[in-house]
């Protein structure tokens, strides 16, 4: 059974950064797609980043282009998410994310392996 850690959340000011980190407790083969969800209070959980490990094709909702940066590590058992420009329509529960779907971030009830989420709150 896969398991997922995440690290990096926490409390940050309007403006400003913050990086999330998942650790995956073994490799993350070609045929699955990686990446990160968030879920804010009273919200549906949404795809906010994702990466097809095959062909490293990479997804952005909308309301996070330009500000947020997905990558992994060259051994697919890491990857992170830098989070730039934060507001407080950016504070949720980020969890990262496990899938053999594709688009894993258009599907979250398809994905295989959760993370437990770390909380990111942004004040204003």
């Known amino acids: 059974q896969l398991r997922l850690v995440e690290s990096g959340g926490g409390l940050v000011q309007f403006g400003g950064s913050l990086r999330l980190s998942c650790t995956a407790s073994t490799f993350i083969s070609d045929r699955y797609d990686i990446g990160w969800f968030r879920q804010a209070p009273g919200k549906e959980r949404e795809g906010v980043a994702c990466?097809?490990?095959?062909?490293?094709?990479?997804y952005y909702t909308d309301s996070v282009k330009g500000r947020f940066t997905i990558s992994t590590d060259n051994a697919k058992i890491a990857w992170s998410l830098q989070m730039n420009s934060l507001n407080p329509e950016d504070t949720a529960v980020y969890y990262c994310a496990v899938a053999r779907v594709h688009p894993m971030c258009a599907r979250p009830e398809l994905v295989d392996f959760w993370g437990q989420g770390t909380r990111v709150t942004v004040s204003s």
């Open positions: 990466i097809r490990s095959s062909n490293g094709y990479t």
